[in-house]
Structures are given as C-alpha cells and as structure tokens.
C-alpha cells in the first residue's frame, strides 16, 4: 500500500502526514514506533506538571491526549475497514484534555498504557487486508481511507513530539 493520497483524507490532515515519511504502515513502525515509545519514556518525571503557559497543556495532559486520539483513530481505522457505513464524529480534543483529568495518573502507568496503546494499534493494523487499507469510510464529515488514518496516527504522535521539543524543550 503507498502513502495516501491527498484524495484519501482532509487538508486538515496534512500537516500530520507531512511528519511521516515511507510508503506504508509498516515502514512507519519500522521507522517511528521505538522512537514515539522512547521519546516519552525519557521525559523527566519532574517535567510532566509543566505547561509553557497559562491555559497550556501540562506534558501529562498532552501525553493523555496523545493515547486517546490514538484509541479515537484506531476505532475509526477498524470501522471504516469493516465498512461501517457509521458517519463517525469528529471529538473535542480540550473537552477529552479537561475531562480526562491526566494530573491523577501515575506516569509510569500511562507509559505502559502508551506502549500497550501503541502496539493494538500496530497489531490491528497489520490484521487489515490490502483492500481493508484502500476502504474509504466518512470520519468527522469527511471521507477518509483506512491507510490515510495510519499515517494520521503516526503524524499526530511525531506532531507532539515536535512540541515538546518546539515549546516545552523537551
């Protein structure tokens, strides 16, 4: 399966799939996967409550929002290959962040939720047939492809990485 297409998601998914580089899913966890898992591991507990200013997401709440858009993506990559024809709707990111209440959690137990997160994702990616990939399905009003939705996942991550290089200094 090659990289998606521009015709396989919405301009607004751009800037994600602009972080990701290879032909398909599997090159992405070849080439991203160690480095999204160890990118986390190697925040510094004493970091994780900072935000770089007021009305900001700690790195906690960021990381808490990486793990649910990824549950969020991975569902929709499942029902559009399934061919649930399901419009499925699009989610607050700030509602899921102020409600998932990250501040709680312990850090080393996100971390094994990240890892965990993470390879279902791969797993149920690597289930998905050629034809599954090529599926198109409606995800927050747009029409989208399964294999356009694994490059999201993987831009999204690298995305928050870049922040929290960019912002947090990280």
Not at 9 to 19: D, E, V
Not at 44 to 63: D, N, S
Not at 120 to 135: G, H, I, R, V, W
């Amino acid at each position: 399966m090659s990289r998606p297409s521009t015709t396989e998601y919405a301009p607004f998914y751009q800037t994600y799939i602009n972080y990701t580089s290879g032909k398909d899913y599997e090159i992405l966890v070849k080439q991203y996967h160690d480095r999204l898992v160890d990118s986390w591991n190697a925040i510094p507990l004493e970091k994780i409550k900072y935000a770089y200013g007021p009305e900001k997401w700690t790195i906690q709440q960021m990381f808490q929002h990486v793990i649910d858009t990824e549950r969020i993506f991975a569902y929709r990559a499942l029902a559009i290959a399934r061919q649930d024809k399901t419009a499925l709707p699009g989610f607050d990111e700030n509602s899921y962040a102020a409600n998932g209440d990250a501040s709680h959690r312990n850090w080393k137990d996100m971390l094994i939720e990240w890892r965990t997160v993470r390879q279902a994702t791969n797993l149920l990616f690597a289930s998905f047939t050629p034809e599954q990939m090529k599926t198109k399905g409606n995800g927050n009003g747009h029409e989208i492809s399964v294999n356009a939705i694994g490059f999201i996942i993987f831009g999204h991550a690298l995305h928050h990485l870049h922040i929290l290089k960019e912002r947090y200094d990280i």
